[in-house]
């Protein structure tokens, strides 16, 4: 990311109708389309610090969204939150093994504070199972500390080289999960149940199917046991990563002494759990439901449900605008979130553009003649279907309609998943299907043996999203690369 | 800070009745107590990274109701929220000359991204006017953007040398908002009413009355144009700063080229302000209200209003338990927040200690006599009265005690501040009285000079906290000083 960008206060007047046709088509280049939607629809932009992007307040608001409806599934399951320092002594990162290989690479090291030179450097977190983990062993004493069940939302920083706003940044947001249990097998069912409380959030609000499984070892997290995860299809056809859940085992418990004396009187290491999501999502959400006009958002995740657009004729202010009002009130009243764009400096023309562009689910338009009428005119963004509604049927038909996008966008985004999935036994299709333009998600058995992991990833840039709990069994299947016996059913995409 | 403290795994057993006495009274030694509340409440503890804090489940709920009431606010007087980067270049922070100054010996840098030495050095925030009004410059462009009303709930780094948990730590959480305006006035109508936000939310939720006044020019925020402040009186006697909120004038718009094409077409650069309360507040609410027995909570700000304690006779967990749930679920349908502690392993007695220790409002106790009797006991944790309450009167009364408490606690704070006020024009008496056990405020006429404030300081250690805007006025008086004719009301105090 640099500074090259030009002013792009897209409020301003004087940019009128090029607005939307300044995005590029998603067929004639999708990573352009993505970086067009980001920056046009004001959901974040570039800054001087390399890597590091500003979520602006349109998308931060979708993060809000996200927030206040994972963090209440992680609260009625049990959880709470807390917040842990950012930094990180050098000599405590080093402590676990395979964390340290993992992240040291892409670590930011504070060594001066003020104008003095630190004894030890500081890591700017990356993640924090080992400064709770700290924590956890000052804390825990007896088995019935146990489970110790904390969340915290917080920024980390990995010094990416490569960076994508949302998908990939050197500085994120996100939330992270760490919890400390009294068996293996809570620790597995909390990994577990975290899994699924990811996959109903994402399907349920951002409209985002999801694949839950296992991932190969070469892929899970440095210093996990096991590590699960959801993944979603992009629009173009490649996977995307949308949460994980590690089951730690005992490793993090040896290197960092989260020890508690047991119901046998014996003092033994806790088992832990850590499990995230990040901003990634709205990465996510824009690339599974966003098209050619810009963003589309489910109704449970956006900002604004309804953007109501009086249409300025005569004196509008006076006849129009009131209307306008009481309506914006009453489906508030109602719980909706409501946007009236009462502008005097755009045309409805531009007003309509832009709210596609900013994927609110209904456009709600009024005008004298509506007035006249006893009517408005709404707008689907999703279908594009409208519909002029009698006043009294307003409040039941955008209830109705935001039910029916919400599960539209879910039913469309699993239909061209099903239609992008494959199954095959065969190395050659496998490649011929990886070449293609939106090469999608190939379910193939598997001899999992990471050398060969490796060569698939090398010859063709997919790798194993993971191992699908819902895929068929491999039993008595061979491997579709090296024909030995498959001990597993694998999801291979190529993926952000 | 350092990691000396023992483990102090307070839920586990055989910790017993102990718990609560090894309070330190607030009469032996206020700060000591402060400590003791802030770690045996579970508020916070100490890392092992240098003035470095875990804010703890139980805190983190208190800045969860802060953040929700606040951010409630802010957003109901048309601020939006988002997110900008932790990181800031060095060139960048060293554009506004008072602003460097004021912030360049406190701040961390980072030098390493990986393995590789960084060409420019990174200032983690202190504080983010400088990021931001690089962004700014970039989206603004006409009249018609304005004003920009942003605000963002973050951490931010300052390497303090001497820290005490919540009041001053290294990493701190706070929310700071950025404005930008086309007028001068218009931003000074801002910084106000930004104030009386604050003032009205603290003092509404926090039961904390505050001070609202503007700071002198030497206790201003380096690089604002005017600073204001919301000031509180601890219960040693000692201030606290609540909250700030600054005029920025065209300071930060010039260094960094907030510039934007007026309504006369004419170029010219933005006026800005910039406001936070952090964390510092959960300190003050600590030592606002709190006593020998530990944290005394506001019902709107504690994250239990009301504590369950079933009395444990006989086979309680079928013949108590159930109406105990029962009456739980009752006042959580009425948004009361409540905690059923039904924990086997600890006595009545030993919960009565602990929720009072974590300043419960309520406490609410029910054993098979009450049964019987159709009643519970309630106990008011700020007055100590305790009362049977017949069942069919539950509910009303706890609400009414709620208010009760909410409306008492503010109003006790209030008088023992009036009582801790004093008004001099006598530096001797002035002495006197700053080197008393609870030197509390003192209003005095003021000359305005920075040489003789630094002289008070000096000698007496204590500070202009601001020039109230309630103050008579100094009209007419001689400084208390230096007998110089006196231009405004200072409020003096020691601070934390």
Same mark, same amino acid.
């Given at each position: 990311m640099s500074q090259?960008?030009?002013?792009?206060?897209?409020?301003?007047?004087?940019?009128? *109708?090029?607005?939307?046709?300044?995005i590029t088509p998603q067929s004639e280049d999708f990573s352009r389309w993505y970086l067009d939607v980001v920056r046009r629809a004001e959901l974040a932009d570039y800054t001087m610090v390399k890597g590091c992007m500003v979520i602006r307040p349109y998308g931060y608001a979708i993060w809000e969204r996200i927030q206040h409806l994972l963090d209440a599934r992680l609260k009625a399951t049990g959880h709470v939150n807390a917040y842990f320092p950012l930094f990180i002594p050098e000599s405590l990162l080093m402590k676990e093994a395979d964390h340290v290989a993992g992240?040291?690479?892409?670590?930011?090291?504070?060594?001066?504070?003020?104008? *003095?030179?630190?004894?030890?450097?500081?890591?700017? /977190?990356?993640?924090?199972?080992? &400064?709770?983990?700290?924590?956890?062993?000052?804390? !825990?004493?007896?088995?019935?500390?146990?489970?110790?069940?904390?969340?915290? #939302?917080?920024?980390?920083?990995?010094?990416?080289k490569?960076?994508?706003?949302?998908? /990939?940044?050197?500085?994120?947001?996100?939330?992270?999960?760490?919890?400390?249990?009294?068996?293996?097998?809570?620790?597995?069912?909390?990994t577990l149940k975290i899994l699924q409380v990811y996959k109903e959030f994402v399907e349920t609000e951002l409209a985002m199917p999801v694949i839950e499984g296992r991932k190969s070892d070469s892929e899970k997290f440095a210093g996990a046991s096991?590590?699960?995860s959801i993944e979603a299809l992009m629009g173009d056809g490649r996977a995307l990563q949308a949460g994980t859940?590690?089951? !730690?085992?005992?490793?993090?418990?040896?290197?960092?002494? &989260?020890?508690?004396?047991?119901?046998?009187?014996?003092?033994?290491?806790?088992?832990?759990?850590? #499990?995230g999501v990040s901003t990634r999502l709205i990465g996510g959400l824009i690339m599974v439901h966003g098209d050619?006009?810009?963003?589309?958002?489910?109704?449970?995740?956006?900002?604004?449900?309804?953007? &109501?657009?009086?249409?300025? /004729?005569?004196?509008?202010?006076?006849t129009v605008l009131p209307p306008a009002q009481a309506i914006r009130d009453q489906l508030t009243a109602q719980g909706v979130r409501v946007m009236?764009?009462?502008?005097?400096?755009?045309?409805?023309?531009?007003?309509?553009?832009?709210? *596609?562009?900013?994927?609110?689910?209904?456009r709600l338009e009024i005008g004298p003649k509506d007035i006249e009428k006893g009517q408005v005119v709404l707008a689907r963004r999703d279908t594009r279907e409208k519909q002029f509604v009698p006043m009294a049927d307003l409040l039941p038909q955008v209830s109705q309609w935001l039910l029916d996008i919400q599960a539209g966008l879910l039913e469309k985004a699993r239909q061209l998943r099903e239609e992008r999935s494959h199954y095959t036994e065969s190395y050659e299709e496998f490649?011929?299907?990886?070449?293609?333009?939106?090469?999608?998600?190939?379910?193939?058995?598997?001899?999992?043996?990471?050398?060969?992991?490796?060569?698939?990833?090398?010859?063709?840039?997919?790798? &194993?999203?993971?191992?699908?709990?819902?895929?068929?069994?491999?039993?008595?299947?061979?491997?579709?690369v090296t024909g030995r016996p498959a001990l597993v059913m694998a999801c291979f995409a190529k993926a952000y």
């Open positions: 090259s960008q030009q002013k792009d206060g897209n409020k301003g007047a004087g940019k009128g *109708e090029a607005f939307v046709t300044a992240f040291a690479p892409e670590v930011a090291w504070v060594t001066h504070g003020g104008s *003095e030179k630190l004894e030890e450097r500081l890591a700017i /977190r990356p993640t924090s199972e080992v &400064i709770i983990g700290t924590l956890y062993a000052k804390w !825990l004493q007896s088995w019935r500390d146990l489970p110790i069940l904390i969340n915290q #939302w917080a920024n980390v920083v990995r010094w990416e490569v960076t994508r706003p949302f998908l /990939r940044t050197t500085e994120f947001l996100w939330q992270e999960g760490h919890t400390a249990h009294e068996t293996e097998a809570e620790a597995e069912e909390e096991k590590t699960y859940s590690h089951n !730690l085992g005992q490793n993090f418990a040896k290197a960092f002494d &989260i020890k508690f004396q047991g119901r046998d009187k014996v003092e033994q290491h806790a088992w832990t759990t850590s #499990w050619d006009s810009g963003l589309v958002l489910p109704p449970n995740i956006a900002p604004y449900q309804v953007v &109501i657009v009086p249409i300025p /004729r005569g004196n509008w202010q006076e009236l764009d009462a502008r005097d400096a755009y045309t409805p023309g531009w007003k309509f553009a832009e709210w *596609e562009l900013r994927g609110v689910p209904i490649k011929a299907l990886m070449a293609g333009a939106r090469p999608g998600l190939i379910y193939a058995p598997w001899c999992d043996d990471a050398v060969v992991e490796a060569q698939v990833k090398t010859e063709t840039q997919a790798t &194993i999203r993971n191992y699908p709990f819902t895929a068929p069994s491999a039993e008595g299947k061979a491997c579709f």
